[in-house]
């Protein structure tokens, strides 16, 4: 039976994180999925914003976890290949009444210690973003908000962590826990079991779940959906900064968000969600998107919309529950993790490894970590003359299979290398299948590389594991 000092279970953004923190210590970690491949579920679906720390009051943990989590991000893009940005974040008041909102926004950042966050008029509001209806009275302006691809910065970390000795087990769905002296001893679905010190709960959606299984605190998470529209990257309606209405109690509202790799996303709803398996989007949630973001900018075009999604956040109380187990020993949990859920994970990840050295493990500094992950070169950010030095020395740089987002076969055979061998991980990895087509011409190339990597038959090839096949019976 393996045994270890620490399970993290669940690997999203923040499980990731915190098996990457751990993974520079002196410590036998498992990193523990119940999916195929991680960023699977709430973090695959996410904005993908880094707030701009004006939101919260510092008083709550995740407005504290959220200003010291931004600031973290410029370190975290320069040590891991994944996409990110700095454009800003605006806040555009529509009408005077809103202004007393826009005030407190600024009071409360101010107080929280925002950097540069300045109240703006509309002349100001139109300067930094042509793009708004120019009926905006004003609004809010944060300079240090941005953007970022969220699931290649889960797999980047999960790749660092990796390789600094962290074991990752997929399809490790956990079935039921018991004490056995100093250690848990985890049982998964399929019937494996293995032996850990200390358990960490950030398992997302099924936090409560997990938090049962282990004897600790009973608790509830209810499932919000957010549904979104993604508008291709020809859009005209493409802001340069992230732009938010004024918030109300229930959500800070329908966004608009040029992604960093060129899209823009428009949403989220947040409503609450019949099952945690409900990713169905509707008619009416998605008319609602549209008319909202044209609110703001006016220019939006259903034309424009190349396909809609729906994510589901962890909806537990109106802060975070990060805290060590009073019922159960040895046992952190990380649960009720939504907006500003993001931004604040690399410092989540920090937090949790002081939560578990106060429970008495031991911490030693690793000499031999490395927080630098190989970055993989992309046909698409090459020029000519780059894209000929890579052809040189992998002709597969020369066939670009997504035409769309020009992916080539090389990404798509080093992200099957990486372990992601269903057809969601590799657009996550590589974005082959998020152009404008969404896979119409590029799935089965992509399937077809898939069969001849992996040995995998037509028929065992996935959209993202479990009951998804994609190809059942000829004709």
């Known amino acids: 039976m393996e045994q270890y000092d620490v399970a993290i279970i669940g690997a999203g953004v923040c499980g990731a994180n915190i098996a990457r923190k751990l993974s520079q210590y002196e410590l036998d970690v498992a990193l523990l999925e119940k999916e195929i491949d991680v960023s699977l579920g709430t973090s695959k679906a996410n904005s993908g914003i880094v707030h701009g720390g004006f939101h919260d009051h510092i008083s709550t943990l995740k ?110 769905e956990v079935a039921q826990a018991e004490r056995d002296g100093e250690f848990w001893q985890i049982q998964s679905k399929a019937g494996e079991t293995i032996r850990a010190r200390y358990v960490v709960n950030s398992a997302g959606l099924h936090a409560d779940t ?106 537990y109380g109106n802060d ?21 859920g993001l931004t604040a994970s690399p410092a989540i990840g920090e937090y949790v490894k002081d939560l578990l050295k106060k429970a008495g493990l031991r911490l030693v500094e690793k000499p031999s970590w490395d927080p630098y992950v190989h970055k993989v070169p992309r046909a698409r950010d090459a020029d000519p003359y780059t894209l000929d030095t890579l052809v040189a020395q992998d002709p597969a740089y020369g066939d670009i299979v997504c035409r769309c987002e020009r992916v080539s076969e090389a990404e798509i055979v080093k992200a099957i290398r990486a372990g992601h061998t269903t057809l969601d991980g590799i657009k996550y990895y590589t974005r082959a299948q998020m152009g404008r087509c969404q896979g119409g011409f590029c799935t089965y190339k992509i399937i077809r590389i898939l069969m001849r990597e992996t040995g995998m038959s037509w028929d065992q090839i996935t959209k993202h594991g479990g009951n998804s096949a994609i190809l059942k019976g000829s004709l």
């Open 63 to 172: 407005a504290r976890l959220e200003l010291q989590g931004a600031l973290m991000f410029d370190r975290l893009h320069e040590e891991l290949d994944f996409p990110f940005e700095r454009c800003g974040i605006l806040v555009a008041a529509l009408h005077e009444d809103e202004m007393r909102a826009i005030e407190q926004l600024y009071l409360q950042g101010v107080e929280n210690g925002v950097i540069g966050i300045e109240m703006c008029s509309r002349e100001r509001m139109l300067e930094l973003e042509p793009k708004l209806n120019p009926d905006v009275v004003g609004g809010l302006y944060a300079p240090s908000g941005g953007i970022l691809e969220p699931y290649r910065f889960v797999f980047s970390l999960v790749e660092s962590a990796r390789k600094n000795g962290v074991q990752v087990k997929t399809e490790f």
């Open 210 to 315: 997990i938090s049962a299984a282990f004897g600790a605190e009973r608790f509830t998470i209810a499932p919000r959906k957010g549904e979104y529209y993604l508008l291709d990257r020809t859009t005209k309606a493409k802001p340069s900064r992230v732009i938010f209405p004024v918030p109300t109690e229930v959500s800070k509202g329908i966004l608009v968000i040029p992604t960093v790799e060129g899209t823009v996303l428009i949403g989220p709803t947040a409503s609450p969600a019949r099952d945690k398996e409900d990713f169905a989007t509707t008619r009416d949630q998605l008319e609602h998107i549209l008319h909202s973001a044209r609110m703001m900018v006016p220019s939006i075009s259903e034309n424009d919309v190349i396909t809609s999604f729906a994510g589901l956040r962890a909806s």
């Open 320 to 340: 975070f529950y990060i805290a060590n187990s009073e019922k159960a020993p040895a046992f952190v949990q990380v649960a009720g993790i939504q907006s500003p």
